[in-house]
């Protein structure tokens, strides 16, 4: 072989390297390049080496010392687009560091299954056309007992039933009594009915209100002093028990299924006349999720609305029932237990 196309060959084999080691575009690429071109067995620069063999013996050392300095070009080629990849080559490894190992897996959020739930709720009661609505969870009496039609020695504001915000025998003031942590949802019917009152008057309401309530129950499989409630509330001309009734009955068919069974039981609220207990049949068995009736002419007369002008209806479920119900939960506690092992489940 004459020297000439050797040279030529050289050439065209650094060229190739130096784009195939520049274009890698990560580790594995880069290996895998400097397999094909510096590789011991089959690596194209062997190859070529291998025709050094050919060379007529007067031009061997000129056809030497050149594949000499391509071999070198291509060895710094490599290394630079090496330490460009970020890896660096070996004396770059802290000792100690075995990059040999698996990564650490970085921890992802998750969603709380309440929260799941508020979503869900949120959007079937949306697609009835309910909007939502939000109020504070520290509360006054007057929002949470006084215009819900609940009197001064009513047992559901006993202080062993609520959280006053007392310190050292001293209730907290803010403004219309002694602060509470809300007992119930039902306090932002109030608040709602007030605001529309300036901001759409003669407007039908058609809200709900997902948030958290708190009464001074003893946890167990079922009670939690924590929990979350639905409120909605419809406020309309000419609204009937009709229409609560197929509101609640399409919500639970969305939410639990069209096998779901429903159940009204006559009750009684202070702030609904007439009021029901809404049940479900669970497992054989009928479980309470929440109360509902026809708004209460005295509620309407608290918050300014004529009685005989506007009809309404409200109701009040249980959001962790709901959310166990659907899934099969057995105890509240896992709920709020912050364990992982439970929660990633959902
Ligand atoms: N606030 C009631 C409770 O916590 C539930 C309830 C009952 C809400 C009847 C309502 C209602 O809006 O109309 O037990």
């Given amino acids: 072989m004459s020297l000439q196309p050797f040279l030529d060959r050289l050439d065209q084999l650094q060229s190739d390297a130096q784009n195939a080691f520049d274009g890698a575009a990560d580790a594995d690429a880069l290996e895998a390049a400097r397999v094909t071109f510096l590789g011991a067995k089959n690596g194209q620069f062997k190859d070529v080496q291998k025709m050094l063999g050919g060379i007529e013996p007067a031009d061997k050392r000129a056809a030497g010392m050149r594949l000499n300095d391509v071999k070198q070009a291509i060895h710094t080629a490599f290394e630079t687009a090496q330490s460009q990849l970020g890896g660096g080559g070996s004396s770059q490894i802290e000792p100690g560091f075995d990059p040999s190992l698996p990564g650490r897996r970085p921890r992802l959020g998750h969603i709380h299954?309440?929260?799941?739930?508020i979503d869900h709720l949120t959007e079937i009661m949306g697609r009835m056309g309910f909007e939502v609505a939000e109020g504070p969870e520290v509360e006054d009496p007057f929002h949470n007992f006084v215009a819900l039609n609940i009197p001064e020695d009513h047992p559901a504001r006993d202080p062993l039933d609520n959280f006053y915000l007392a310190t050292a025998g001293t209730a907290v003031d803010?403004?219309?009594?002694?602060?509470?942590?809300?007992?119930?949802?039902?306090?932002?019917?109030?608040?709602?009915?007030?605001?529309?009152q300036n901001s759409a008057p003669g407007q039908p309401i058609r809200i709900i209100s997902l948030g958290r309530v708190y009464r001074p129950d003893a946890p167990?499989?079922?009670?939690?002093?924590?929990?979350?409630?639905m409120e909605g509330l419809f406020v309309d001309e000419h609204v009937t028990m009709a229409n609560l009734?197929?509101?609640?009955?399409?919500?639970?068919?969305?939410?639990?299924?069209?096998?779901?069974?429903?159940?009204?039981?006559?009750s009684f609220f202070p702030f609904t006349e007439p009021s029901v207990e809404v049940d479900f049949l669970w497992n054989g068995t009928w479980i309470e999720f929440g109360g509902a009736g026809m708004v209460d002419p005295n509620v309407f007369e608290a918050v300014g609305y004529d009685p005989e002008k506007v009809s309404g209806f409200a109701f009040g479920l249980g959001v962790e029932r709901l959310c166990m119900r659907r899934h099969g939960i057995t105890d509240i506690r896992d709920l709020y237990s912050g364990d992982l092992r439970f929660l990633q489940q959902f």
């Avoid at 299954?113 to 739930?117: A, G, Y």
């Avoid at 019917?189 to 605001?195: A, D, N, S």
């Avoid at 167990?220 to 409630?229: G, V």
């Avoid at 197929?246 to 006559?266: H, K, S």
């Fill in 245 to 266: 009734k197929t509101v609640l009955r399409v919500f639970a068919n969305n939410y639990l299924g069209d096998d779901v069974e429903i159940r009204f039981r006559p």
């Fill in 113 to 117: 299954p309440i929260t799941q739930t």
């Fill in 220 to 229: 167990d499989a079922t009670h939690f002093p924590m929990f979350h409630q």
């Fill in 174 to 196: 803010i403004g219309e009594g002694d602060a509470l942590l809300r007992s119930q949802t039902s306090t932002v019917q109030i608040r709602v009915m007030q605001e529309r």
